[in-house]
T-cell receptor
């Protein structure tokens, strides 16, 4: 199993550009989520999904869109990038959102917005 | 807003010493989890402790939970240079709820 994969590893955007961060998992997990990690801020939840066709907002959803058309994939879209979105983005998955399930993380995407 | 707050923010020790990190949280939880992040990598799950448990062990890791004080500690015994990483606590509330992460403790273990 590849686990959770993310592409690209690094990306530089100009303000106003759009892009999609890809996330895929091959563990048949129902729950997938996106976090951003900023220095001194820990991980903050952006959006999450409890299954195909179901998404919800996390703590910091503004400026990001998501969709979940398949169990495996959960892309994160930046429609108009802003310098405040410079961060490291992590995708994670777990079997369900149930209490005892732990999360598996991807390797991250380091995004810089100029 | 973040639920867990780790203390200290940074910890520097020598190989062979024990490392203790603390986590405090604000609301009631179903469980508390600890994760490790090596520099530039994704987080890796270490251990989970349920709200009705007080202590749990896994190899060189010992986790305690005090729900009356809303706090947890992670002890790494006989630290090695390979333990150098950031450590995060994450809490999960009751029912179907998302994980909330703290800001982490950076541990440096020198040979």
């Amino acid at each position: 199993n590849a686990g959770v994969t993310q592409t690209p590893k690094f990306q530089v955007l100009k303000t106003g550009q759009s892009m999609t961060l890809q996330c895929a998992q091959d563990m048949n997990h129902e729950y997938m989520s996106w976090y951003r990690q900023d220095p001194g801020m820990g991980l903050r939840l952006i959006h999450y999904s409890v299954g195909a066709g179901i998404t919800d907002q996390g703590e910091v959803p503004n400026g990001y869109n998501v969709s979940r058309s398949t169990t495996e994939d959960f892309p994160l879209r930046l429609l108009s990038a802003a310098p405040s979105q410079t961060s490291v983005y992590f995708c994670a998955s777990s079997p369900t959102l149930a209490g005892q399930d732990t999360q598996y993380f991807g390797p991250g995407t380091r995004l810089t917005v100029l | 807003s973040q639920q867990g707050e780790e203390d200290p923010q940074a910890l520097s020790i020598q190989e062979g010493e024990n490392a203790t990190m603390n986590c405090s949280y604000k609301t009631s939880i179903n469980n508390l989890q600890w994760y490790r992040q090596n520099s530039g990598r994704g987080l890796v799950h270490l251990i989970l402790i349920r709200s009705n448990e007080r202590e749990k062990h896994s190899g060189r890791l010992r986790v305690t939970l005090d729900t009356s004080k809303k706090s947890s500690s992670l002890l790494i015994t006989a630290s090695r240079a390979a333990d150098t990483a950031s450590y995060f606590c994450a809490t999960r509330g009751s029912g179907y709820s998302t994980l909330t992460f703290g800001k982490g403790t950076m541990l440096l273990v020198s040979p």
